[in-house]
Nanobody, 129 residues
Framework: HVQLVESGGGSVEAGGFLRLSCAASGYTYTAISMAWFRQAPGKEREGVACVYIGVESTYNTFYADSVQGRFTISQGDAKNTAHLQMDSLKPEDTAMYYC????????????????????WGQGTQVTVS
């Protein structure tokens, strides 16, 4: 049974930073894609960033245009963990952030990260004022 646990959300002033973390327990696949999606009230879910860690040290990342240059996704020191460093936060970054994971490489269509991940966390709130 795979479980994703997110941490690191909170409230911050515009221009500030937060660091989200996601840990996947019970995950037994060799490769993993770990992603962050966000959804604000009244808005569609958006794929923010993703990292794919495959066999033979394959390492690929994706960023939505809206966060490129401000957010950084990285593999954690512990197996099957990932961090999302969010700098220069803006009020429009306010949303519930969800971690997602799966064994396949992520897919991007028309610049958007597909949400076809089998495992999802409960979400952590990020508020930028």
């Amino acid at each position: 049974h795979v479980q994703l646990v997110e941490s690191g959300g909170g409230s911050v002033e515009a221009g500030g930073f937060l660091r989200l973390s996601c840990a996947a327990s019970g995950y037994t696949y060799t490769a993993i894609s770990m992603a962050w999606f966000r959804q604000a009230p009244g808005k569609e879910r958006e794929g923010v960033a993703c990292v794919y860690i495959g066999v033979e040290s394959t390492y690929n990342t994706f960023y939505a245009d809206s966060v490129q240059g401000r957010f950084t996704i990285s593999q954690g020191d512990a197996k099957n963990t990932a961090h999302l460093q969010m700098d220069s936060l803006k009020p429009e970054d306010t949303a519930m952030y969800y971690c997602a994971a799966g064994p396949d490489p992520y897919t991007v269509i028309a610049g958007n990260l597909r949400a076809d991940f089998p495992y999802w966390g409960q979400g952590t709130q990020v508020t930028v004022s």
